[in-house]
Every structure is written in C-alpha cells, then in structure tokens.
C-alpha cells in the first residue's frame, strides 16, 4: 500500500509527495523549501523523514527548493550529474539574477534513465520522454502491492511511455493545455510551439488518447496534474478524461481528479 499527494503541480511549481510503508520520497521539489517543510509537516512529516528527492528533469519548476535542502540524497538522471555538480554553489540565469542550485551538502545519486532503481521498499522505473532537457523522465514506482505511474513535462506520447504505463493502479498524468485555447490565447508564437512541439507539453486530447491506451480494469485513481493556468481549465481537462472512461465502460471505482495548483492535493492511497 502506498500513499502519495501533490504539494503543487503546474508551471509555477511541481513535488509529488509518496510514502509506502518504509520509504518516503519526493518526485521533484519545485517549490520552496518553506513550503514544502510545511506541507510535509501539516501531514505529520519532517524534512528529516524523506529518504529521497528524485527529480524527473532540471526545470526550475521542479527543483526550485534543491539549493537550500541538505543532507537528503537527490536521484538525478544520468545525464544530469554534471549539470548539477555545477550548481553547487548557485548559478546566474541570463537575467543575471541567482537561481537556486543545489546544496553543497546534496548528495547526488546518478540512476540511469534506462533502469529501476530501489530506495527502501520502493522500486523506481525511469522511462525517457520526450521533453526540452538534458535527460527527462517518468516513472512508475511500486512496492511490491500497488504500481503509481508519474508523468508530466511529456511532449508526445510515445510508444515506450504506453508501454511504461500500463497496469498501473494509479496515473499522475500531464493535461496541460486544450489545444484551441492555446492556439487562440495571449502566448507568443515562439512559446505556442513549444508548448504543442513534440519536446513540450501534453494537451488535454493527448492525455486522453494516451489514458485510453492504458486504461485497464485495475485502474483506480487518475490524477491529471501540470495543468496550465493560462490554456486551460480543470473542467477541460477532467471532460476529456471521464469520455474516455466513459466510453471504455469504467464504472464508479475510477476516480478523476486534478491536482490543486498551489496546494496540496487530496491523499490517496492506493
Ligand atoms: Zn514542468
Ligand atoms: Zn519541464
């Protein structure tokens, strides 16, 4: 049995927060550390109870708090390591203003976006996706009982990421943006492609077709997280995911929900 919840998710900020019986862990810490402590602590946990951050990629939004987050082993993707080592001590963006970094207390721990990796009871299976950075991934993570799947920051759905994804009892999945929204809203056209480029973001109809690839009887709960402020709405989203429930006969024992922007999301344990 695990838990997991989202302290946030979407563009200004993503950590997913998941414990199973003997190992706590984050998947990405792209908020800061003040608030990432309180959530933690609102549900009875310490900084100093986490086993692992593990980041699926270096976007800000998902590593904002790793400059001031000591002694907490952080899991990079192979690729990532020398990127990081370089952040040790902060960096200049090209705004000239300091980003976070990493910690110089961060131990880094390499895994290879090819093969599981343990951390506790906790098995971790990276798969690559198709996104602009160094070496992203997903992952799916089980203890052994139940099977969680998290992906976001997903341009395309490709045939590895189906097949990743499958027999998974719960989805954190990327709904981003509805497509008509996005062609027709306020963004420039230089970011309107890389949103909709296939090294962007995943749109509302794209979810949808990939859910209907992986839905499966044993599905139980689908969280669609990363959603864009600007290009979409909850309502959206959730609209194309039920159709697809709806149509593939899933009864009442699947449940759709979107991850809160700025808050933490409702617990699940599965
Ligand atoms: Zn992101
Ligand atoms: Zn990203």
Not at 41 to 59: C, I, K, Q, T
Not at 167 to 194: F, I, K
Request: a negative charge; aromatic letters at 6%.
């Amino acid at each position: 049995m695990m838990k997991f919840c989202t302290l946030a998710s979407g563009s200004s900020g993503n950590s997913l927060y998941l414990e199973s019986k003997y190992s706590k862990i984050l998947i990405d810490a792209g908020i800061s550390l003040r608030r990432i402590s309180r959530s933690l602590g609102d549900m009875g946990v310490a900084l100093s109870d986490l086993d692992a951050v593990v980041l699926s990629h270096e976007h800000e939004d998902h590593s904002r708090a790793l400059g001031k987050m000591s002694n907490v082993p952080v899991y990079v993707s192979g690729e990532t390591t020398s990127f990081w080592e370089e952040k040790r001590n902060g960096d200049i963006n090209e705004k000239g203003k300091k980003t976070s970094g990493l910690h110089d207390s961060a131990q880094l721990v390499e895994f290879n976006s090819e093969k599981s990796f343990q951390i506790g009871d906790l098995t971790l299976t990276p798969f690559s996706i198709a996104h602009d950075a160094i070496d992203p991934v997903g992952f799916t993570v089980t203890d052994g009982q139940s099977k969680i799947g998290v992906v976001t920051d997903i341009g395309k759905p490709t045939a590895l990421v189906v097949e990743s994804l499958k027999n998974c009892d719960a989805l954190v999945l990327e709904s981003n943006h509805d497509r008509n929204m996005l062609l027709s809203g306020p963004y420039p056209p230089y970011l309107r492609q890389r949103i909709s480029g296939g090294q962007g973001h995943l749109s509302n109809d794209q979810a949808a077709g990939l859910l209907e690839e992986v839905f499966h009887e044993g599905l139980k709960y689908i969280l669609l997280a990363h959603l864009s402020l600007t290009n979409n709405t909850p309502e959206m989203a959730l609209g194309c995911s039920r159709e697809v429930l709806r149509r593939n006969g899933a009864g009442c024992h699947v449940t759709v929900a979107v991850a809160p922007r700025k808050t933490v999301g409702e617990v699940v344990t599965i």
